[in-house]
């Protein structure tokens, strides 16, 4: 006599096995905030600024540019940048899909953190082009033009922006 497991189809078994993978959660890593100002974004600031492992050279930058932030800009540092990372972070951004042999740029929004990773990123991109000064200047100088609305983190993402307007035929593609 047979039992009823005995009839199951062992494709249909295979299926149920195929929707039922197994993910791995994704673990954030908690940064602390730094000694100084107890902040979280100053904390990702000077590990976007470090090279090489050298910390307490990338701290000593990033202190002494919000230090020059705060006498140039005559309001708190944190408001400061914040008011520059909030100016300079993007709404849109584009990824290539590719279908049917084509590859395509889709518009897609920003999601949670990555826009201020982008603008802290595009912040010390800009200072390190720049040439002349100390990477501390030039970190402060960077940060006080995106509270403005000007400088290479505000072209940036102004330029992704033309992009993903141009672009926007496509989001239709975007799953």
């Not at 494709?11 to 000694?35: A, H, V, W």
């Not at 290479?152 to 993402?157: E, G, M, P, S, T």
Request: charged share 35%; net charge positive; glycine share 6%.
């Amino acid at each position: 006599m047979l039992k009823e497991e005995d009839n199951l189809d062992p494709f249909t078994e295979q299926k149920n096995q195929k929707n039922k993978m197994p993910r791995i959660k994704f673990k954030r890593r908690e940064i602390l905030p730094d000694y100084k100002y107890n902040s979280q974004i100053v904390a990702k600031l000077i590990n976007y600024v470090m090279r090489k492992g050298k910390k307490t050279v990338a701290r000593k930058i990033v202190y002494k540019a919000l230090e020059e932030v705060e006498k140039k800009g005559k309001r708190n540092c944190l408001e400061i940048l914040e008011q520059a990372i909030k100016n300079a972070t993007p709404q849109l951004e584009v990824r290539s899909t590719r279908i049917g042999g084509a590859t395509y740029q889709i518009p897609i929004e920003v999601k949670g953190d990555r826009g201020m990773r982008l603008a802290l990123r595009w912040m010390v991109e800009g200072a390190r082009e720049k040439k002349g000064k100390r990477m501390w200047e030039k970190l402060a100088e960077e940060i006080l033009l995106a509270s403005k609305g000007q400088g290479f983190a505000v072209k940036k993402k102004e330029e992704i922006h033309k992009i993903a307007e141009a672009n926007k035929a496509f989001a239709r593609f975007a799953w």
